[in-house]
């Protein structure tokens, strides 16, 4: 099963920027659509953004559209998430993970291989 690791989270203030990435141990995602999802404390992991292999199609949550960007390197097996303008509510977990029938869905059961995560504190 490809592993994903996620990377580039941290603590940023409200209004800033960050750019996480999705690194897959193999190519198959070069063939898969790919997802982002968060999961705040205490909350479901909601959906954030979904790609097609090509990176032809995107998918946003209403929450984020505008300001974040989900994007794909194939050459680099790497899934990337730009977010702008943060949000303290926008404080959780980001998780990727592989929709390997890209159904472009925005449910978690639609995908696998989630990675561990990583944290995004937003500050007010």
């Known amino acids: 099963q490809v592993q994903l690791v996620e990377s580039g989270g941290g603590l940023v203030q409200a209004g800033d920027s960050l750019r996480l990435s999705c690194a897959a141990s193999?190519?198959?995602?070069?063939?898969?659509?790919m997802g982002w999802f968060r999961q705040a404390q205490g909350k479901e992991r909601e959906f954030v953004a979904t790609?097609?292999?090509?990176?032809?199609?995107?998918i946003y949550a209403d929450s984020v559209k505008g300001r974040f960007t989900i994007s794909r390197d194939n050459a680099k097996n790497t899934v990337y998430l730009q977010m702008n303008s943060l949000k303290p509510e926008e404080t959780a977990v980001y998780y990727c993970?592989?929709?390997?029938?890209?159904?472009?869905?925005?449910?978690?059961?639609?995908?696998?291989?989630w990675g561990q995560g990583t944290q995004v504190t937003v500050t007010s």
């Open positions: 193999e190519r198959t995602n070069s063939i898969a659509a």
């Open positions: 790609i097609t292999p090509s990176g032809g199609i995107r």
């Open positions: 993970a592989t929709d390997r029938d890209s159904s472009l869905n925005n449910k978690t059961a639609a995908y696998d291989g």
